[in-house]
């Protein structure tokens, strides 16, 4: 099982990026995504969410108009498109994909987004 992010670095505030996390070895189609980050000192926070069939999505409050996340079931991708990047965006993004009954769990190893002029 793999997942492997993509997609982070240095951006200024205001401006875009867009991460995207490769799966692989799982039946990716089933799975809840999710993306989380989480800053120094800080515990992790769930940033977005996406249903298996990708038609429900969940934003944190911190995200909501900015963040938008997507999939794609053939690709075996999911991303997440951010906008108005603000400084305290800036985290260690991680990728993860939890089962149909929730009984286990994929991480990602991470990709950093750092937000600064």
């Known amino acids: 099982v793999q997942l492997v992010e993509s997609g982070g670095g240095l951006v200024q505030p205001g401006g875009s990026l867009r991460l995207s996390c490769a799966a692989s070895?799982?039946?990716?189609?089933?799975?809840?995504m999710n993306w989380y980050r989480q800053a120094p000192g800080k515990e992790r926070e769930l940033v977005a969410a996406?249903?298996?069939?990708?038609?429900?999505?969940y934003y944190g409050d911190s995200v909501k108009g900015r963040f938008t996340i997507s999939r794609d079931n053939a690709k075996n991708t999911v991303s997440l498109q951010m906008n108005s990047l603000k400084p305290e965006d800036t985290a260690m993004y991680y990728c993860?994909?939890?089962?149909?009954?929730?009984?286990?769990?994929?991480w990602g190893q991470g990709t950093q987004v750092t937000v600064s002029s």
């Open positions: 993860n994909a939890v089962a149909p009954y929730g009984d286990h769990t994929y």
């Open positions: 070895g799982f039946t990716f189609c089933r799975y809840v």
């Open positions: 996406i249903r298996s069939a990708g038609d429900i999505t």
